[in-house]
């Protein structure tokens, strides 16, 4: 449809920000248009096809255990789930490590798995119940430090640390010296400890899909391109649009450019080489730590947790450098973490990802404003923490904002 030239809120940004904002406002009645440059929405969450393998842009995953989860319909998501836990290799043997409190019959390997003596494997327990048990609000009440001080005082361990939680925390966090701040440590252990991840069978960009189909598709303008903001007008290359509100729910670094007095920024990056397999060569779903001094963190066999990731019944596999780097130069360390001959590997694509994240440095600043003045509002997960749950939960704080902002009284779309 033809971009309106008058609408009661705009939003710049179909992102999961942009759309977590547009969904309250239409449920709210509000008359709300989103326009966005990409032919899809979902922003980071993207999907592609490639031989009929379902390709997402980067390894990514969706966590029960985010609080906003309450806002999607996930069984029409159709997830397939991973086991709790993760693959470590040490000497040159595969061990289990998984949660013994979901997969109790999985406890044997865990204890025998090379993350230290007992006394040490007792802490990771410790650390990992404090994270799920204790309230938020005192999780953020706790003295700030970085990462990889928190898991010194959980006294985990050196062998913990640099076998299991430095590699799946630089999977996660995509940066490997864990300077990121103790709190979002905790919020995002916390989330692991009571949640499940998985995958969507159509892909990572269903999540956007779904919220998308929720704003309406007359609602949304994909291919605009916006070159200027205030708070009562909008104007991109397909016109300008005047409205009562105006959200900027863009990737950091365009919001900073529309709006100068926004200071954000995504600086971590990542480079997933995607490989087929003619058959996966584990038992279970388990994501594959990465080895010290390694090149990547780590490497998965989608398939195992969601079969509609494949076509054919062959193994769909996502390995991840937090460095860009050639397929060649780890097709050797892909081959060896799952234990099978380089010569089955076929290379599918590989897709870099810059500007993957925001980074969240201590202080991690949680809940930054989104009511800039003046009608203008701006959102994402740069507002709170750099995570599918920080974009969807900067969103609905945002749609609360624009509603209390908004002329008591005045007819949706009035001029």
């Known amino acids: 449809m033809p971009l309106p030239t008058r609408a009661e809120v705009v939003v710049v940004g179909a992102g999961l920000a942009g759309l977590s904002v547009a969904t309250r406002?239409?449920?709210?009645?509000?008359?709300v248009h989103v326009l966005e440059a990409a032919a899809h929405a979902g922003g980071r969450l993207a999907t592609e096809r490639v031989d009929g393998f379902v390709v997402d842009r980067?390894?990514?995953?969706f966590n029960t255990g985010y609080p906003r989860a309450a806002d999607l319909d996930?069984?029409?998501?159709?997830?397939?789930?991973?086991?709790?836990?993760?693959?470590?290799?040490d000497g040159g043997r595969a061990h289990r490590v998984v949660d013994p409190r979901r997969r109790p019959t999985a406890a044997l390997d865990t204890l025998r798995s090379p993350l230290g003596p007992l006394p040490r494997k007792v802490a990771v327990a410790a650390f990992s119940a404090r994270a799920a048990y204790t309230p938020v609000s005192r999780l953020l009440a706790t003295s700030e430090t970085s990462a990889d001080?928190?898991?010194?005082?959980?006294?985990?361990?050196?062998?913990?640390?640099?076998?299991?939680f430095g590699p799946f925390l630089a999977g996660v966090l995509l940066e490997d010296r864990l300077e990121t701040s103790s709190r979002y440590l905790d919020l995002l252990w916390r989330s692991f400890a009571r949640g499940a991840t998985g995958?969507?069978?159509?892909?990572?960009?269903?999540?956007?899909?779904?919220?998308?189909?929720?704003?309406?598709?007359?609602?949304?303008?994909?291919?605009?391109r916006v070159g200027e903001v205030s708070g009562t007008a909008v104007t991109s290359d397909a016109g300008r649009v005047r409205a009562d509100a105006v959200v900027v729910a863009t990737d950091p670094a365009t919001a900073a450019e529309l709006v100068p007095a926004v200071q954000a920024s995504a600086p971590r990056q990542v480079t997933t080489h995607y490989h087929v397999l003619p058959a996966s060569p584990w038992p279970d779903p388990l994501i594959v730590l990465g080895t010290p001094g390694g090149q990547l963190v780590n490497?998965?066999?989608?398939?195992?947790?969601?079969?509609?990731?494949?076509?054919?019944?062959?193994?769909?596999?996502?390995?991840?450098?937090?460095?860009?780097?050639?397929?060649?130069?780890?097709?050797?360390?892909?081959?060896?973490?799952?234990?099978?001959?380089?010569?089955?590997?076929?290379?599918?694509?590989?897709?870099?990802?810059?500007?993957?994240?925001?980074?969240?440095?201590p202080p991690l600043q949680?809940?930054?404003?989104?009511?800039?003045?003046?009608?203008?509002?701006?959102?994402?997960?740069?507002?709170?923490?750099?995570?599918?749950?920080?974009?969807?939960?900067?969103?609905?704080?945002?749609?609360?904002?624009?509603?209390?902002?908004?002329?008591?009284?005045?007819?949706?779309?009035?001029?």
């Open 366 to 415: 949680l809940r930054r404003p989104v009511d800039l003045g003046g009608g203008l509002f701006v959102c994402g997960d740069h507002r709170d923490t750099p995570s599918i749950q920080g974009a969807m939960a900067s969103g609905r704080r945002t749609a609360a904002a624009v509603l209390r902002s908004l002329r008591p009284g005045t007819p949706p779309g009035a001029a």
């Open 199 to 224: 995958l969507p069978a159509r892909g990572i960009q269903a999540i956007g899909a779904q919220l998308a189909g929720r704003v309406g598709a007359e609602r949304l303008h994909h291919g605009v």
């Open 25 to 31: 406002l239409v449920d709210a009645g509000r008359d």
């Open 149 to 164: 001080e928190r898991l010194a005082r959980a006294r985990v361990g050196a062998a913990a640390r640099e076998r299991f």
């Open 299 to 361: 490497s998965v066999v989608l398939t195992d947790a969601q079969p509609a990731y494949g076509p054919d019944g062959r193994a769909l596999v996502a390995s991840n450098s937090l460095a860009p780097t050639r397929e060649a130069d780890v097709r050797e360390e892909v081959a060896r973490l799952h234990g099978v001959a380089v010569a089955d590997l076929e290379h599918l694509t590989t897709v870099t990802v810059t500007g993957a994240q925001p980074a969240a440095l």
């Open 74 to 89: 996930l069984p029409a998501l159709d997830f397939g789930w991973f086991t709790p836990g993760a693959v470590v290799w």
């Open 58 to 61: 980067g390894f990514q995953v």
